[in-house]
């Protein structure tokens, strides 16, 4: 490939991207996942599309060193096959969270799955994994302790499935954690299953949405479930938040979090049409500022504390994702498969009932193929006209279709107000990992 000679071609074609963080600026080689410290002035340069010689003469030396050099889209062969489950254990929850995409305020169905259905459900996973030795499941809902015997006897099934095969299952479970007592969380831990636990901070934030059917706040129950598991397990959970137009300023809830000692710590924006709680364009400077001052707060925390982990600031830059995970996102409907509670199968838990979305059930198999090109297509970066020259793709994957679908109608068009926040994100990142960079190479010099 020739090598790029200007900035601008570089800037057309997503390769470079220049941003400011808490006053320092920095320019990101999208190619090689490296970044070089410059003034705010080379910032303003670059996003102003002003670029003079000089700027342009150094950025050809780092091209000449081999950044800023690759192809813009890799070639990509697709033969993914599917890997993963999201068992739908029951639609039913004891919660009524007004923003969840499942049924929110409403009553579900209350059918559990059955624990045949579940073996099946491993034995057909197997069946369309290939080669592929390792293999996940995850137990989803609802609320899946509501089927707490189907959830036991699945993951000891799956033990004589190794044994037969030679395959390997990794098992996580999603919770609101209010169900969960401490013989469950003994059986999930001896049995090395992941948990992601729901929370979404100070007490007034969470019991704004985290609500049972009767309107009541679940705080106190909930983190009277999380603590012990933050305490005794170390690794091997982390607390997934949800932040609103309501709690912007989450930074308070990730300290009061980390106050109560939870130290693996998630936080997502909602995704909502409801201008009350969702995010419009308007809302997209006060949560760049909010994340300047979590990079800011979790920096002096992590010096202090190397155990705390901030999931969406752990980005791996020197040892990067696979080609494969470079151009696609989560493999919804192709290495992804939703079970509903019937066994019916869904690209993912956020299209579970959707019948528009339906590609088959556990026992006919995948009967709808074209429902399943069209989310390899969907899921891969090249389908997508505003990834293509998007600074930011391979290390978001180009987002979440079914967020894409709910807020516009598209599996493939972006929803712009979460790629603006993912973006904010990223460049959060970017920002973290130089500093903790810097912070190891101090020490190091210390010496």
């Known amino acids: 490939m020739d090598l790029v000679n200007n900035i601008e071609e570089l800037d057309k074609n997503g390769l470079i991207h220049a941003f400011k963080w808490n006053d320092s600026g920095y320019i990101f080689d999208a190619t090689s996942n490296s970044i070089f410290e410059c003034s705010k002035q080379d910032v303003k340069k670059i996003q102003s599309n002003e670029f003079d010689e000089e700027l342009n003469n150094e950025i050809k030396k780092l091209v000449q060193q ?72 995850d137990f989803f809902g609802g609320e899946p302790l509501l089927g707490w015997d189907v959830v036991k006897h699945i993951i000891e099934y799956s033990k004589t499935i190794e044994e037969k095969t030679g395959k390997k299952f990794r098992f996580s479970l999603t919770s609101n954690a209010s169900l969960l007592t401490k013989e469950m969380t003994d059986y999930l831990h001896d049995h090395t299953v992941s948990l992601i636990l729901s929370e979404d901070g100070l007490p007034e934030n969470h019991n704004r949405f985290r609500i049972l059917a009767d309107g009541s706040g679940t705080y106190e129950t909930v983190m009277n479930a999380i603590k012990p598991v933050s305490k005794e397990w170390g690794e091997g959970y982390y607390l997934r938040g949800t932040y609103t137009k309501k709690n912007i300023n989450f930074l308070e809830d990730l300290k009061h979090l980390y106050s109560e000692g939870i130290k693996k710590i998630s936080f997502e924006p909602v995704v909502s049409d409801n201008t009350k709680i969702g995010f419009t ?167």
């Open 66 to 137: 081999g950044y800023f050099a690759k192809e813009k889209n890799l070639p990509f062969d697709d033969s993914r096959v599917c890997k993963s489950l999201c068992l739908m254990i029951t639609r039913d929850c004891n919660f009524r969270c007004p923003y969840c995409f499942e049924k929110g305020s409403k009553a579900p169905s209350k059918k559990i799955m059955t624990k045949k259905m579940g073996e099946d459900a491993l034995q057909f996973l197997v069946r369309t994994s290939g080669s592929r030795k390792y293999l996940e499941c």
């Open 281 to 447: 364009k308007q809302d997209i400077p006060m949560i760049k500022k909010e994340y300047q001052n979590v990079t800011k707060w979790y920096l002096d925390t992590y010096k202090e504390d190397k155990e705390f982990s901030f999931y969406h600031f752990e980005v791996n830059l020197e040892f990067g994702a696979c080609k494969e995970k470079l151009m696609t996102s989560c493999g919804a409907g192709v290495e992804y498969l939703s079970v509903s509670p019937d066994g019916d199968l869904y690209p993912c838990h956020q299209f579970d009932g959707n019948s528009e979305f339906k590609i088959g059930s556990i026992k006919d198999g995948i009967t709808n193929l074209a429902i399943v090109e069209k989310f390899r297509s969907a899921t891969n970066l090249n389908s997508k006209k505003e990834c293509k020259t998007c600074w930011a793709r391979y290390l978001c994957g180009g987002g979440c279709s079914a967020n894409n679908n709910r807020m516009n109608g598209s599996l493939t068009a972006s929803w712009e107000i979460g790629c603006e926040i993912q973006k904010t994100r990223i460049e959060a990142a970017l920002y973290v990992q130089v500093k903790k960079k810097e912070l190891l190479l101090k020490k190091d010099s210390s010496r």
